[in-house]
Structures are given as structure tokens and as C-alpha cells.
């Protein structure tokens, strides 16, 4: 419940094709909520993905280019 001047915290949210916003009063009530509908979008973008041939491709990018020197002027 929010107490009146008290801010709210607004998240906008798409689900069963409609969009919305969600309010909340409490901050980590907030941070849970995003944070665990960022984690269920991101693992719905690599649903369709093949883990391993994944992991592989990154491995051999990783290998295949020279490592950042060492930044020595700042």
C-alpha cells in the first residue's frame, strides 16, 4: 500500500499480447520483479538456440581475436 506523496514505481510489462504497467510502492518488491522478467526475456531469446554449438561458437571468437593490451594511459 502506498501512503499518499509516496512515489510509485512504474514497469511497463507485455503479456498475452497486451501491454501494461505494474506499479509498486516498495523498491524491492520492484528490483524482484524486473529483475526476474529480464531473466525469463532473456532466456526466451535463446530458447531456439543450441547450447552447445553456442557455447562453441563464443569459445572459438574468443580464440580467434587478439586480447585488449593492457591500458597503461589514462
Keep these: ?3 499518499p506523496g509516496q512515489p510509485l514505481i512504474g514497469i511497463p ?3 498475452d499480447g497486451g501491454a ?3 506499479y509498486f510502492a ?3 518488491e ?3 520483479v524486473r529483475s526476474s522478467r ?3 526475456r532473456l532466456i526466451g531469446t535463446w530458447s531456439d538456440m543450441n ?3 553456442t557455447l ?3 569459445e572459438r571468437i574468443r580464440h580467434e581475436n587478439i586480447p585488449t593490451p593492457p591500458i597503461t594511459d589514462l
Aim: no cysteine; charged share 45%.
Design 1 to 3: 500500500m502506498a501512503r
Design 13 to 15: 510489462f507485455d503479456e
Design 20 to 22: 501494461g504497467v505494474r
Design 26 to 28: 516498495d523498491e524491492g
Design 30 to 32: 520492484a528490483d524482484a
Design 38 to 40: 529480464g531473466i525469463r
Design 51 to 53: 547450447w552447445d554449438e
Design 56 to 58: 562453441e561458437a563464443l
